[in-house]
Nanobody, 125 residues
Framework: QVQLVESGGGLVQGGGSLRLSCAAS????????MGWFRQSPGKEREFVAT????????NYAASVKGRFTISRDNARNTVYLQMNSLKPEDTAVYYC??????????????????WGQGTQVTVSS
């Protein structure tokens, strides 16, 4: 089983940067594809970025491509989301998720087996 804990959220001005971290415990992280999703009040959960188990393959939502970067450090059992050029519309609770058994990254939340509790990102105008 995998447990995920996000951190690094906070309040930032538009144009600023934040780096989110997702620390994993339990077996299977090195074999797991990882994803970042976000959700704002009154909106559906939205795909942000994915990275496969090896880190070789990544994918991004069009809304964040060129601004956000997903990466992982399997030695530390951690996945990161570097967020640059933040906009007010990026305001949301950000969640990391894991898909085990050497699964490929997916933009669909239902493909993931484990979820963190989320971390709030607020971007002011």
């Amino acid at each position: 089983q995998v447990q995920l804990v996000e951190s690094g959220g906070g309040l930032v001005q538009g144009g600023g940067s934040l780096r989110l971290s997702c620390a994993a415990s339990g077996r299977g992280f090195s074999n797991a594809a990882m994803g970042w999703f976000r959700q704002s009040p009154g909106k559906e959960r939205e795909f942000v970025a994915t990275i496969n188990w090896s880190g070789f393959s990544t994918n991004y939502a069009a809304s964040v491509k060129g601004r956000f970067t997903i990466s992982r450090d399997n030695a530390r059992n951690t996945v990161y989301l570097q967020m640059n050029s933040l906009k007010p519309e990026d305001t949301a609770v950000y969640y990391c998720a894991a898909r085990g058994s050497y699964g490929s990254g997916s933009s669909y939340s239902y493909d993931y087996d484990y979820w963190g509790q989320g971390t709030q990102v607020t971007v002011s105008s």
